[in-house]
């Protein structure tokens, strides 16, 4: 079946050290997001691709980049976590062509913990 | 999110009917999402709404009214598996999206 994967499920990392969250799709989808979701709370936006074109939300920490070698593959990658940072990050999809209705195929997602 | 607005945490019994509503700013508005996501898990799509009216999917229906910057969803005969969070998202004029909070509905037997 067609889907998002993100790996690993659950992230355990120490304050400081540098972690990578990845995620992969099979949908040939042009666009690809990262969002960080604590509980209880709205998604936000971190930063999203359309093919290569990067595009950063203007509140996103510097802490946070993003790399995005092909169609399929998508990381991203915390400098320095915080326990500010622990969040379940989410990855999504979208095929980019449909306009304003367009629909998200998210991942399970990470949960990341900060120690 | 600070434009949309839906409350914390609902309850309802099985088998029942529950209105979850949600309001957002009328500037600039290109459509309504209602996802549902479990917990611990990720969001999955349950209806987009841009014309006003009420759109019906099996249990689940959904209403806008562009006018009043409103919507609720509405599901019906629930089920214990209907225990969820269910996210409303306005697209903005730039085709973002903002997301609210989300609604935690609790179903009891």
């Known amino acids: 079946d067609a889907m998002v994967i993100q790996n690993p499920r659950y992230q355990v990392t120490q304050f400081g050290k540098p972690v990578t969250l990845s995620c992969s799709q099979t949908?040939?989808?042009?666009?690809m997001y990262w969002y960080q979701q604590k509980s209880s709370q709205a998604p936000k936006l971190l930063f999203h691709y359309y093919d290569k074109d990067f595009n950063n939300e203007a509140d996103t920490p510097d802490n946070f980049q993003s790399r995005r070698p092909n169609t399929s593959f998508c990381f991203l990658d915390i400098r320095s976590p915080g326990l500010g940072d622990a969040a379940m990050y989410l990855c999504?999809?979208?095929?980019?062509?449909?306009?304003?209705?367009?629909?998200?195929?998210f991942g399970s997602g990470t949960q990341l913990s900060v120690l | 999110g600070q434009n949309i607005d839906q409350p914390t945490e609902m309850t309802a019994t099985e088998g029942a009917i529950v209105q979850i509503n949600c309001t957002y700013q009328t500037s600039g508005f290109n459509g309504l999402f209602w996802y549902q996501q479990h917990a611990g898990e990720a969001p999955t799509f349950l209806s987009y709404n841009v014309l006003d009216g009420l759109e019906e999917k099996g249990r689940f229906s959904s209403f806008l009214s562009r006018s009043k910057g409103y919507s609720y969803l509405l599901l019906k005969e629930l089920q214990m598996k209907d225990s969820a969070s269910y996210l409303c998202?306005?697209?903005?004029?730039?085709?973002?999206?903002?997301w609210g909070a989300g609604t935690k509905l609790i179903i009891k037997p």
């Open positions: 949908l040939n989808h042009n666009v």
């Open positions: 998202a306005e697209v903005d004029s730039n085709y973002q999206l903002i």
């Open positions: 999504a999809t979208s095929r980019g062509v449909e306009g304003p209705g367009e629909k998200l195929f």
